[in-house]
Nanobody, 125 residues
Framework: VQLQASGGGLVQAGGSLRLSCVAS????????MGWFRQLPGKEREFVSG????????YYTDSVKGRFTISRDNAENTAYLQMNNLKPEDTAVYYC???????????????????WGQGTQVTVSS
């Protein structure tokens, strides 16, 4: 499956952005979806994930209450709504697709077989 991420940009602290990730296949609903972010020289960090059909969501602690992940299986699209952005949210954000159904694997980038190209999010103070 090919993934196309978009929606990044430059925003002031406290602002909002919505990232989108469009999948190329109608089997989109078969995949768990995740959002990761990465700074230069650092490992990709799990941000949020959503199960393939139940809609159960997961977040890293630093974004809980500010970010919301969702998916529209009819549109083959996953979203990450980011509110109250902080300068420490600045990174390249990647969407990814995984076959995993194991909750403990959601947070590991190694569980994801397919990746989008990344979209830059920059939050100014």
């Amino acid at each position: 499956v090919q993934l196309q991420a978009s929606g990044g940009g430059l925003v002031q602290a406290g602002g909002s952005l919505r990232l989108s990730c469009v999948a190329s296949e109608r089997t989109f609903s078969s995949y768990a979806m995740g959002w990761f972010r990465q700074l230069p020289g650092k490992e990709r960090e799990f941000v949020s994930g959503v199960k393939r059909s139940s809609g159960t969501t997961y977040y890293t602690d630093s974004v809980k209450g500010r970010f919301t992940i969702s998916r529209d299986n009819a549109e083959n699209t996953a979203y990450l709504q980011m509110n109250n952005l902080k300068p420490e949210d600045t990174a390249v954000y990647y969407c990814a697709a995984s076959y995993t159904t194991i909750v403990s694997e959601f947070r590991s980038y190694r569980s994801y077989a397919y990746w989008g190209q990344g979209t830059q999010v920059t939050v100014s103070s």
